[in-house]
Nanobody
């Protein structure tokens, strides 16, 4: 199983980015996909997730500034981030899980992780 995240980079405050994460190696039918982020010296925070049926869940970490979506045919999950702030600087990780209710997701109960993509926001 491989999760390949992309789309990170250096952006000015107020800008936008669209992160992508493509999964491969097995069937992910029924699996939920989502995003976390981790800033230096901090815990990995859950941002949002989307079920295989398209139900979405957002935490308060970036709520109102992110939109999660997925393309099941491509086994790909996306995270659109708007109004970026310097405090959003972090490594963004995609993850996959089967079984946990989206609202109970945490960094401790994911089945698969991507390697992460760096997002740096300059002021």
């Amino acid at each position: 199983v491989q999760l390949q995240a992309s789309g990170g980079g250096l952006v000015q405050a107020g800008g936008s980015l669209r992160l992508s994460c493509a999964a491969s190696g097995r069937s992910f039918s029924g699996y939920a996909m989502g995003w976390f982020r981790q800033a230096p010296g901090k815990e990995r925070d859950f941002i949002a997730a989307v079920s295989s049926g398209g139900t979405t869940y957002y935490t308060d970490v970036m709520k109102g500034r992110v939109t999660i979506s997925r393309d099941n045919a491509k086994n790909t999950v996306y995270l659109q981030i708007d109004s970026l702030e310097p405090e959003d600087t972090a490594v963004y990780y995609c993850a996959i899980n089967w079984g946990y209710r989206l609202s109970t997701w945490s960094a401790k109960n994911m089945d698969y992780w991507g390697k992460g993509t760096q997002v740096t926001v300059s002021s």
